[in-house]
């Protein structure tokens, strides 16, 4: 059970650090839309920490915003940063 909350926890904080970047670089939720191929409301639960994304999205979003991917995982359940 708490393997199941730390994911949930993790997922969240993904989430958090994603819409932050997304923010940062003024980008609207379409181009994510449309760089992903996946609907308005697919990409709004993945922003919202309802779904997790995959690997493979985090790397393209990261693109898009212009950031590395592991600044997605700076903020983690045990508080450590990534370098």
Same mark, same amino acid.
């Given at each position: %059970?708490? %393997?199941v909350a730390d %994911?949930?926890?993790i997922t969240e904080a993904v989430a958090a650090e994603v819409r932050a970047a997304v923010a940062r670089a003024n980008t609207p939720q379409s181009q994510i839309m449309d760089a #992903?191929? #996946?609907s308005r409301v697919s990409v709004s639960k993945r922003l919202n920490g309802k779904q997790p994304f995959t690997v493979a999205e985090l790397v393209i979003v990261a693109g898009i915003v212009g950031v590395e991917p592991k600044e997605f995982f700076r903020n983690t359940p045990d508080g450590t940063r990534a370098a």
């Open positions: %059970m708490r %393997m %994911m949930n926890h #992903l191929g #996946l």
